[in-house]
């Protein structure tokens, strides 16, 4: 089995209210970048601020363009795609108040819109428009022909459609259709969103700048990909928060792989793994119990917030663990703390894979594909990034090889600071050290206007999720300065539409 952490990073204004999985359609894992975990991060009360079933929220459904880079007969066939739109807050376009867009990603948003709290806190301030355009196209109800994404998948014209150019392409056509149908000409659009979606924010800004002022890129890893970053930084920042949590658990772990290696060599070592670990089916190989172990590890890295701590809650059972007790049950015993809702845990019964785990295959097989080593001097076992294995099971899957080079190809990030300090503008990045994904995110501002804004302490798309009143004050005061710096593109926007008569 590979050790390979294959993934994707994209982020707009927009963002995706989704759980990462611990599996995928082979059993390697593979985080996503999703903006929350269900049993980590997602606090209950973030739903009922930001449900979608509010009587301030409605749905419509644009007649969207399948293909927007071509002129084949083809290419004008249209799809639907949803979109949701809360008014209570808005100015109006007389008054050219701003409108504030989240813009979907590849998980469903159907249970509330958590993912757009920061944008929703706000939005009374700013007399904002709230759009929520749901879901990236070939996710939900937004795939073209009404098919089942499956189909889609297995018809290799239809999947070619399938990018985060044709998706920006949606964004950019239903916001430009918006303005027009609402008469807001002169309302500036502010995008933002956290993980792969805060990755689409920063390239809407950058792409589609008539269409976005600005954007919000939360824990956006835009830089992680080959040639850019280290391939072996990301496992090392998840050792890294384990570390600072507690040195005694981070030796701990480090010491499990081996030794689950050789309780596995053992006659009947697996049935004794097992056992031990209360798998929900016998264990057919120690990678399937290593592949799980670092699943926890990541996720609990990656959504680390100052509320739940799942890596203190990991450690202290650790160590917590009775001094009789041998390494593996130590183990366990953080892996129970992890997740107290479950009665097994590692291999369950095989399920059809979700939408989402379908729809995430193609893209990292496609243009989104970014495969990390594990180096020796983290906690994890050492690992290669496993390109070749990667490679095979795209060919296998869709007869083809991933594109490795074409995000930064096509979006950059190349010498990023160079470029983009005399040609970018109005972009905030914003990240948790505490997230393994800020190693590849922008941690140094650009330009007075492509601003990097980071706390020591935050986790994974924490600053754009809901207010609440336990909220640290780093917290509050990460979020006031994006607010600010938000305020001043509007003033400055308005200041421009006077200075050019057309206010």
């Not at 759980?19 to 929350?36: E, H, M, Q, R």
């Not at 008469?183 to 920063?202: E, F, R, T």
């Not at 002022?213 to 939360?218: D, E, M, P």
């Not at 007869?399 to 600071?417: C, F, K, L």
Request: aromatic residues 14%; hydrophobic residues 40%.
């Amino acid at each position: 089995m590979s050790s390979s952490l294959y993934s994707i990073l994209i982020i707009l204004m927009l963002f995706s209210a989704c759980a990462a999985t611990k599996k995928n359609l082979d059993g390697y894992y593979i985080p996503k970048l999703s903006v929350f975990h269900p049993t980590f991060i997602q606090d209950p009360t973030w739903a009922v601020q930001t449900s979608i079933s509010s009587k301030d929220f409605r749905t419509f459904f644009y007649n969207q363009t399948l293909d927007h880079f071509n002129y084949r007969p083809e290419s004008y066939t249209t799809f639907k795609q949803r979109y949701i739109i809360n008014s209570k807050y808005w100015g109006g376009a007389n008054a050219s108040a701003p409108i504030f867009a989240f813009l979907g990603d590849e998980e469903p948003i159907d249970s509330g819109t958590t993912g757009a709290g920061f944008m929703t806190d706000n939005a009374a301030e700013f007399k904002a428009l709230l759009v929520y355009i749901v879901l990236h196209r070939f996710y939900g109800e937004s795939i073209p022909y009404g098919w089942t994404l499956d189909k889609a998948l297995k018809d290799a014209n239809t999947r070619g459609y399938f990018s985060s150019a044709q998706a920006l392409a949606d964004y950019a056509e239903i916001l430009l259709y918006l303005k027009q149908k609402l008469n807001a000409k002169h309302s500036p659009i502010i995008v933002s969103g956290g993980s792969y979606g805060g990755m689409l924010a920063a390239w809407l800004r950058l792409k589609y700048p008539h269409v976005a002022l600005g954007a919000l890129a939360s824990s956006a890893p835009i830089l992680a990909f080959p040639d850019i970053m280290p391939q072996d930084t990301f496992y090392s920042g998840v050792a890294k928060d384990f570390l600072e949590a507690s040195f005694s658990c981070h030796q701990t772990i480090r010491r499990s792989w081996e030794e689950i290696d050789r309780v596995a060599s053992e006659p009947h070592g697996l049935a004794k793994l097992s056992k031990t670990f209360k798998t929900c089916r016998p264990l057919e190989s120690s990678s399937q119990l290593k592949e799980y172990l670092k699943s926890v590890y990541v996720e609990a890295a990656q959504y680390n917030d100052p509320f739940r701590r799942p890596v203190e809650v990991i450690c202290n059972a650790i160590n917590g663990a009775s001094p009789r007790n041998d390494t593996l049950r130590k183990i366990f015993a953080g892996l129970a703390a992890s997740d107290r809702n479950s009665t097994c845990y590692i291999n369950p019964p095989p399920t059809p894979p979700s939408q989402t785990e379908l729809g995430w295959h193609w893209q990292t097989c496609t243009e989104i594909a970014a495969l990390w080593s594990i180096t020796n001097n983290t906690m994890f076992q050492p690992a290669p990034s496993g390109l070749d294995k990667f490679v095979t099971r795209c060919k296998r899957d869709f007869i083809i090889a991933p594109r490795q080079h074409w995000v930064s190809t096509y979006y950059g990030g190349q010498d990023i600071e160079l470029v983009l300090h005399r040609f970018a503008s109005n972009i905030i990045f914003s990240n948790g050290l505490q997230d393994p994904f800020s190693y590849g995110g922008i941690l140094k501002s650009i330009s007075n206007s492509v601003v990097a804004v980071y706390t020591a302490k935050g986790s994974h798309c924490l600053d754009i999720m809901p207010a609440t009143k336990k909220d640290p004050k780093w917290l509050v005061n990460q979020r006031k300065t994006e607010v600010e710096i938000i305020r001043k593109w509007i003033a400055t926007y308005h200041a421009d539409l006077r200075a050019f008569g057309n206010y």
